[in-house]
Each structure stands twice: as structure tokens, then as C-alpha cells.
């Protein structure tokens, strides 16, 4: 593993940071399976990983994640992070409402990395600041229950930088990876907060799976031909680590494989590590990717639940899939692992729409899938 440091407060950091939203599934729906994730946690902990970073929506991760560390005996050795919901907070009080339950959950008194997640727009910030939020922070600083307090962001390169200069922020982490270079926050908005001292995590370096297998054939075809043979989601993971800017990569991971996967590129890249032939490869894959797809989803979940049901993330991968798979094929696994019925339950309520950071027209969007399969 290698390390990185944190220049604001020293901190030696994995360069890898374990993402617990997408934990492995147990038998019954929405709960996962404990012991796989043990398995997972305390592999990727003896591989190096120290820094593990969850939420309050992701399900069950904090409660589940505070057990396994427990378990473990290994919470004092890493780093935990998690991310106070401030966009379900209808007042001041609510910060701290959300923040007991989160340690609670995670059977700790403090964290070292607390985020307000999901800032994009400096309006809401305004009113989060309105409602007392740089108090209850410096508050947490003073009682030692947050280390180091920071945000995250899906928003423009305009309104990160805006949040950004309004506070003293320890840290911020946004979406970054090869497709997405320009994108939201994006490389400029990279820059500037590594310009001004301030630590930079990213999320969805492989953009929900998207950059894994489910690569259209010539992107797969661009890494291929390479001379070293890695995973995609491992060229994916290279990419964002080869940029000296970025403190620390978040992966989710949910398998086994993929943890050691990841264990094996976060040992071997280093900033500025890229081949000239490497380079190549990622811009002949985004431009190979961005032929097929007619939705810029990145499966964050953030529009769910749906109030009829609808499946949308997964709705989307199928529709992008159409574009470049089988038709014949896509329509059977669309059919088996996420139901017909499922995309024609949306009545385009749009109520879903006002929570997707990437602006997406959803109602739209799954009327034109649903065009396409003839449902
Ligand atoms: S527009 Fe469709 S997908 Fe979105 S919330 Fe309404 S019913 Fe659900
Ligand atoms: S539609 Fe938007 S909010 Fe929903 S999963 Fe895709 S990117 Fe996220």
C-alpha cells in the first residue's frame, strides 16, 4: 500500500480509502451479510487500508461497520469517516439529531473525518450557515467528536469553489475520474482546492461499475492493448491516483476480488506513474463510452426511493446498455433482475429529479427507455 499525506494535518493516509456503500447482500433484502464483510474490512485493513468511510444513507453500513470494527479491535488504528445528511436537516437542530445516531451506529465517540454531505450549491450552504451549521462544527471540533470536519460535492466548478472559499474546510471530496475529467467539480475544480492546501478525496473513481466490466467493447479494447493486462476498474483506479492533487481514492467495494484487485494498484501506481500509452488509452475509452450513452447516470442512488418503485439507476444501466449490447439480451436481463413492471410503475411525478446531481431529466429519460424496450 502506499501512502499519502494529508497537508493540512499530517495525517498519513492509504491512498486507497474503503467505501462502504455498496456492502455485500445477505439472503434478506437490504441487509448485508456481516461475516462477508468481516472478511472484506479485515482483508483490505492487512493489506494497508486505513481509512474507511461511510453514511447516513447507505443503508445499514454505519451500524454494520461499527460492529465488524469493534469485532475487529481495530477502530484506534484507522480512520472512520461518515457523512452527516444535511439535505434531510429542516433546521439547526437536526445537525445534531443525525450526528448521535451516526455514533451511536458506529459504536464510537468521535470520527476522525466527518463530512456534510453533499454541498452543491452555495444557496444551500447559505441556509445551512443560516441555521448555525459553522457553530455545531466548531463545536464538534472542540469536543473532539469530528478531527476534521469537510464536505462533498456533485455540484458546478462555480459553486464548489464558492463553498469552498466561504470556510477553513479540512478537507472535500468530490467525483473524479477519467470519463468525468471535466465534469461537475471536475480536474479545475481539483486544482484549486489543492492550490490552497486543502486535502482532495474522490468518489467514483470507477463511476458506479460503469468503468468496471460493463466498459463498451472498444473502451475494453483501447486497455487491452496495452502491455500490462489489468482489471478495468483497475486502469480506472490508476487514473485518478496517478494525479499528484488527489490525497486519497474511495472504492467501493463489495467482493472480495475487488478488494484485493484494488490492494494490488493501490501498491503499485504512484503520482505522475502513467505510461504516455496509458494516457492514450483512457481518451480513446472515454470517447469510445460517450458514443453509446444517451443517459450520464452514475448510479449514486440518490433519487431513490422512487414513491412508485421504479428501480431507476438500474433502469438507466439497461437503457445505456441497449446502446451498445445485444437488444435481444438486454431486454431478458432487464426483464429478470429488474422487472418489466418496474419501469412502467414511473407515473413522471419528477420527484425524483430535484435530488439527481447530475441534473438528469429523469422522468424523461425512463419515458424513452421505456420506448426503447416496448413497455
Ligand atoms: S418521475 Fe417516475 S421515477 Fe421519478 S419519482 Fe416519479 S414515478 Fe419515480
Ligand atoms: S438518475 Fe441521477 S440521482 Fe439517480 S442514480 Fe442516476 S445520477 Fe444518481
Not at 158 to 169: M, P, Q, R, V, Y
Not at 230 to 235: D, I, Q
Not at 289 to 306: N, W
Not at 329 to 348: D, E, L, P, T
Request: charged share 25%.
Amino acid at each position: 500500500m502506499n501512502y499519502r499525506t494529508n497537508p493540512k494535518n499530517g495525517d498519513k493516509i492509504s491512498q486507497l480509502g474503503y467505501g462502504c456503500m455498496r456492502f455485500p447482500s445477505s439472503a434478506t433484502a437490504g441487509v448485508s451479510d456481516i461475516a462477508e464483510v468481516k472478511r472484506l474490512i479485515k482483508t483490505a485493513f492487512d493489506g494497508g487500508v486505513n481509512y474507511f468511510d461511510t453514511a447516513f444513507v447507505y443503508g445499514d453500513s454505519e451500524k454494520v461497520l461499527g460492529e465488524v470494527l469493534e469485532d475487529l479491535g481495530i477502530r484506534d488504528k484507522i480512520l472512520l469517516s461518515t457523512k452527516m445528511p444535511q439535505f434531510s436537516c429542516k433546521s439547526g437542530a437536526d445537525f445534531e439529531t443525525y450526528f448521535k445516531k451516526q455514533l451511536a451506529a458506529l459504536r464510537v465517540d468521535y470520527v476522525d473525518y466527518l463530512f456534510i454531505h453533499n454541498v452543491s450549491e452555495k444557496k444551500r450552504w447559505d441556509e445551512l450557515k443560516s441555521w448555525g451549521i459553522l457553530d455545531w462544527i466548531q463545536e464538534k471540533l472542540d469536543k473532539g467528536q469530528a478531527k476534521n470536519v469537510g464536505f462533498s460535492c456533485h455540484g458546478s466548478t462555480s459553486e464548489f469553489k464558492a463553498i469552498l472559499d466561504d470556510h477553513d474546510w479540512d478537507f472535500i471530496m468530490l467525483q473524479y475520474n477519467y470519463l468525468d475529467e471535466n465534469w461537475q467539480v471536475g480536474r479545475e475544480g481539483l486544482k484549486y482546492a489543492a492550490d490552497k492546501g486543502v486535502p482532495v478525496f474522490i468518489m467514483e473513481p470507477v463511476r458506479g461499475g460503469l468503468l468496471a466490466d460493463k466498459l463498451p467493447p472498444k473502451a475494453k479494447t483501447a486497455f487491452d492493448n496495452l502491455p500490462t493486462k489489468r482489471s478495468y476498474a483497475s486502469n480506472a483506479i490508476r487514473w485518478v491516483l496517478d494525479q499528484p492533487e488527489v490525497t486519497m481514492v474511495l472504492s467501493g467495494m463489495s467482493a472480495f476480488e475487488q478488494v484485493t484487485d484494488n490492494l494490488t494498484t493501490a501498491s503499485e501506481i504512484n503520482a505522475g506513474g502513467l505510461t504516455d500509452n496509458e494516457r492514450s488509452a483512457y481518451v480513446a475509452a472515454a470517447a469510445a463510452i460517450r458514443e453509446f450513452m444517451d443517459v450520464y447516470c452514475t448510479a449514486c442512488g440518490y433519487c431513490l426511493p422512487c414513491p412508485k418503485g421504479v428501480s431507476i439507476p438500474d433502469c438507466f444501466y439497461y437503457y445505456n446498455l441497449s446502446f451498445i449490447d445485444d437488444m435481444a439480451s438486454v431486454k431478458r436481463n432487464f426483464a429478470g433482475f429488474v422487472g418489466n413492471g418496474n419501469i412502467s410503475a414511473c407515473v413522471g411525478c419528477k420527484a425524483c429529479e430535484r435530488h439527481c446531481p447530475q441534473s438528469i431529466s429523469i422522468a424523461e429519460k425512463i419515458a424513452a427507455a421505456r420506448t426503447r424496450f416496448g413497455l
